[in-house]
């Protein structure tokens, strides 16, 4: 099992930056890939970032120069600048277990951008 608790979040103008943070407990070591997420009102969750235990790193191309995405041991972070209205959405951390394959999530945190 892995826990995921996202934060940093809030309100921010367009052409800011925000933070994003992961933190993960649990079966820590059998985690293959982390990632974030995003669900914008009204649309489906799509994908933002992800990082390998090798560390590679993909990117949706909508956040590509924008957005970077990192980890240090059990955080998993996510680096914000440029920021844009539609990049407003409920941002989700995302772990997969090496072996089962499992996915888990964390709760969300909310993004705001103000034009």
């Known amino acids: 099992q892995v826990q995921l608790v996202e934060s940093g979040g809030g309100l921010v103008q367009a052409g800011g930056s925000l933070r994003l943070s992961c933190a993960a407990s649990?079966?820590?070591?059998?985690?293959?890939?982390m990632g974030w997420y995003r669900r914008p009102p009204g649309a489906q969750r799509e994908l933002v970032a992800t990082?390998?235990?090798?560390?590679t790193t993909d990117y949706a191309d909508s956040v590509k120069g924008r957005f970077a995405i990192s980890r240090n041991k059990n955080m998993l972070y996510l680096q914000m600048n440029s920021l844009k209205p539609e990049d407003a959405a409920v941002y989700y951390c995302?772990?997969?277990?090496?072996?089962?394959?499992?996915?888990?999530w964390g709760q969300g945190t909310q993004v705001t951008v103000s034009s």
């Open positions: 990082f390998t235990n090798g560390g």
């Open positions: 649990g079966s820590i070591s059998s985690i293959n890939t």
């Open positions: 995302n772990a997969v277990q090496r072996f089962s394959g499992s996915r888990y």
